[in-house]
């Protein structure tokens, strides 16, 4: 056991003294955090809009208004025309055009309610996802203001029987865990996971192979050292660099980002570290099937991309299709980011989130025996 | 000349040889499209939702079976009291509760406007935003219907989805991949393995042989070229044929725009590798300076109206930025080089300093 | 009788339908030094890698210090050194960290260790480079360095494989004094090199070929046999084919 605080000793020489490593460890986070946290967003706002007012009247101009002066439009420019307009989408000038007819207060007070009182719009859905909020957000404003007409005005469009067995449901909503919907403190925290995952993973995965490459490890193979001895001596100085990642991180995420941290911060971070020997152990397997850094970075990239993307992350897991949901469950990065997102926003405890614990520790053991298993000193 | 080929001939061959390799570079394209076409979507469907029904009568009953038949929710858990949907929430088990009063059937025949109660789980707000807005309109739908004076509507809406009529998400996401792909391969490939060769000290070798500095560039990087377009041209026909994506502008164009973006990320790896002799610093400048910049500012995942007016500039100087816009326009709007010559001028512009910076650093780093 | 360090016996290596290393047989005495001559590519590096238990031989036996090669390769590695002829010291540490380093992985204890670095560092007489990054010493002395460390924990067989590749005469000199002394001390040296004046310092040599060992003889001997005047000869001829 003794060996490996030597090799542990030397990890550490090795990588506070390689210049491109220290700046990669300590400034990577913060740029990832700042840039993440403020690029990172589907908050989806600022929606260039065009507005077509083709009866300019007090209803119309109150509408027109309404949209205007929401959080999510931004009025950029005023077409005359749908051919005006599609000149205007095609040069990127709006991203959506809406029209209010001619007569459309007219036929509104005059319950003329027929398709000639019709708003038509127009989208740029080359991003779906946007064009499809933004038609959402129009069809509720538009929506409101009707409502809103009628609830002030009931008398013109309801029979005094009707108006009696209205029937009507209130709705009332709460936002819990996050009462100003703010968007960083749902992204924070998964950013949190998705570092510690690329420094565990990308440098364990260079790290072997790069012995290989500068042939040390040959040398080290001659020696009496076992296996097992050599992985831990090169994993502990990465998983304490990893946890301090993550503690620092958290710092950050708290103290300067006021994520909440509702729950105890130490179960998230006893999860991180075992999460963190997984990524490690992943990361080291790789190292032991590869013979360069250039394939070992290859092999961490393409499994990390599809791991994060397939983690819960940006897009919901709930939204994939059945088959996809159960390629997730071998997905240890989707485990990290529910824990860390119901630890700090929902005080999830040691309790709630057993199963988790469980399944991280199968991937952490699982992973870095395999390792072990594939790392030979006598090659064949 | 023939010495020229030799040389890219060897370039070739290590590329072949090293079967891990391209075994991920062809696969990585392939596995990532068939992902953003399949599985990533930001749709909510099938939403796992809690019911605390404490009204148990016809009303609240047709309600839940309503919102159950939307297809956007699924009844995780049919609860008790509040303590069982609270644990349900922090077991993450459900993203959205609703809560019924006791009399909200009775009320709600004798049009007493009973509450319907709504928690969402807004750890997610774009989710709990979105969940709420299904409810709510499901909601509106049904006491719609359940009033004798139905028809009243008085606005009517109609709108058209243009460019995209079914809202796909793999339109957006094939001109990101090829963005992202070909960064991948020209700029972060061509730098680690000028950098490899320089770490082994192969690179001196092939400067004291009687071929000139730019030669051996150039050799080292026309397969990196070749392989970018053909997997450029991988994404573009799954995404043609498995999605339906359409090519609407000139394919010519497209392909004279992918090369030169080609080359404005091959220069940029070259630029990298003339700064640093270490594969890994290589490597990490190409993650942190390139691929971290490109899949957040050029547009691709994350739109750029909504990030804050300094990142906004920023992203002017990233060439991925307008090679998405370029790249878009032809694709899905059918644009001609009269459209989008500003882009392009701009990312020509970018090409050019690169490879000059590039090579003043390599004749500097050669004397 | 003689105490045999080394036992080998019909010992091959095969790389798909390359044949590497084709049936080779020898012994080597307690203390000898034992060369491995032959052109590159001649299967030197494999058979050594064998015998350090880095590569599983395809067939044959060998014994190094009474330990079979296949079943107590963990024996073989506490008792033998080892230097390759790609670099083997760590280029972003210290002379005296690479030393501290690879002591404690041989189990060397803290005194040892700091006697050895004394020891090493006197030998040598660079107790001035102690603490300079190997990465910046001269290739000649990083070599002498590397052999020094590979003796760290005493061992009783030595493997150097091109242990003098690229380095200047004078330097290649005073490396030969070094191997000396440790031979001297009763540790067996098994080298292979391809300077074939390297040779004439060996008590051994055998001669490698595609694979095969085509001569094995002290360097008079295989001089008399070749009736030649210097190793460069003996060589040629051989690898003429006589």
Known sequence: ?380 | MKRFFAFVRKEFYHIFRDKRTLLILFGMPLAQILLFGFAITNEIKNADIGVLDNSKDVTSLELINRIKASGYFKLAEYGNNTESIEESFRKGKIKLAIIFDRDFGKNFQLGKNPELQIIADASDPNTANTLINYISSIVMSFTHEKNINNKISLINTEFRMRYNEELKGVYLFVPGLITIILMLVSAMMTSISITKEKELGTMELMLVSPMKPYTVIIAKVIPYTFLSIINSAIILILGKFVFDVPIQGSLILLMAEIILFILSALSLGILISSITDSQQVALMISLVGLLLPVILLSGFIFPLENMPLWLQYFANIIPAKWFMIIIKSIMLKGSGITDIWLETLLLAGFTLVFALISVVKFKMRLE | MKELSIKVSNLSKRFGNFVAVDNISFEVDKGEIFGFLGANGAGKSTAIKMLCGLLEPSSGNAEIAGFDIYKETEKIRKTIGYMSQKFSLYEDLTVAENIRFFGGIYGLNKNEIADRTKYILDWLKISNLRDVLVGSIPLGWKQKIAFAVSVIHNPKIVFLDEPTGGVDPITRRQFWEMIYLKSGEGITIFVTTHYMDEAEYCNRISMMNKGIIEALDTPENLKAKYSSVNMDEVFLKIARGK
């Open chain 1, 1 to 380: 056991m003794k060996n490996i605080l030597f090799i542990i000793e030397k990890e550490f020489k090795q990588i506070f003294r390689n210049k491109a490593m220290l700046p990669i460890i300590f400034v990577m986070p913060i740029i990832q955090l700042f840039l993440l946290s403020n690029a990172a967003t589907f908050d989806i706002r600022n929606l260039k809009i065009g507005i077509n007012d083709n009866d300019k009247s007090t209803l119309s101009k109150e509408l027109f208004r309404k949209i205007a002066s929401s959080n999510y439009f931004v009025l950029t420019s005023i077409p005359k025309s749908i051919s005006e307009a599609e000149t205007e989408l095609d040069i990127g000038k709006i991203d959506i055009y809406l029209e209010i007819p001619p007569n459309f207060e007219k036929n509104i007070i005059n319950k003329n309610i027929d398709n000639d009182n019709t708003i038509y719009m127009l989208f740029n859905a080359i991003d779906g996802t946007k064009a499809g909020l933004g038609n959402f957000y129009l069809q509720s404003i538009i929506g409101d203001f009707s409502g809103s007409i009628i609830k002030y005005n009931k008398s013109i469009y309801f029979s005094p029987e009707e108006m009696i067995v209205f029937k009507n449901i209130g709705i009332t909503y709460s936002n819990w865990y996050n009462p100003e919907l703010n968007y960083n403190n749902f992204m924070l925290p998964g950013i949190l996971v998705l570092l510690v995952t690329m420094i565990g993973t990308f440098l364990s995965a260079m790290n072997i192979v790069r012995e290989k490459e500068i042939g040390t490890i040959d040398q080290i193979n001659v020696t009496p050292i076992k296996k097992y001895e050599f992985i831990i001596g090169k994993l502990m100085p990465l998983l304490i660099i990893g946890t301090f990642e993550l503690i620092f991180g958290m710092f950050i995420a708290v103290i300067i980002f006021k994520v909440p941290l509702v729950g105890n911060g130490l179960v998230i971070l006893s999860f991180g570290i075992i999460y963190l020997i997984a990524c490690l152990g992943l990361g080291f397997l790789i190292s032991t099937t590869t013979d360069n850094q250039q394939q070992a970075m290859f092999i961490s990239w393409f499994i990390l991309v599809i791991f994060i993307l397939l983690s819960g992350l940006f897009t919901p897991i709930e939204s994939m299709p059945e088959w996809v949901k159960y390629i997730t469950i071998f997905n240890p990065v989707k485990y990290f980011i529910e824990v860390v997102r119901l630890v700090m926003l929902k005080g999830s405890g040691f309790g709630d989130i057993g199963r988790h614990f469980l399944i991280i520790s199968v991937f952490a053991i699982s992973l870095n025996s395999l390792a072990v298993m594939r790392y030979k000193k006598t090659n064949i």
